[in-house]
């Protein structure tokens, strides 16, 4: 259970630097996700 309190105590105060981190693994991911999908859909049309 350290993890569990230790993941616990780092959202009840963020710091800078993990917020930033957080922040930009989601902007990836979100990108990430868009040109998979843009990608599917053009292969798709290409190969249709």
């Given at each position: 259970m350290g993890?569990?309190?230790k993941t616990?105590?780092?959202?009840s105060c963020p710091?800078?630097?993990s917020?930033?981190?957080v922040f930009g693994f989601w902007v990836?991911?979100?990108l990430f996700?868009?040109?998979c999908f843009v990608?599917?859909?053009l292969e798709f049309?290409?190969?249709?």
């Open positions: 993890h569990q309190w616990n105590r780092l959202w710091s800078l630097g917020m930033v981190l990836l991911f979100v996700v868009l040109f990608f599917s859909e049309a290409i190969f249709s």
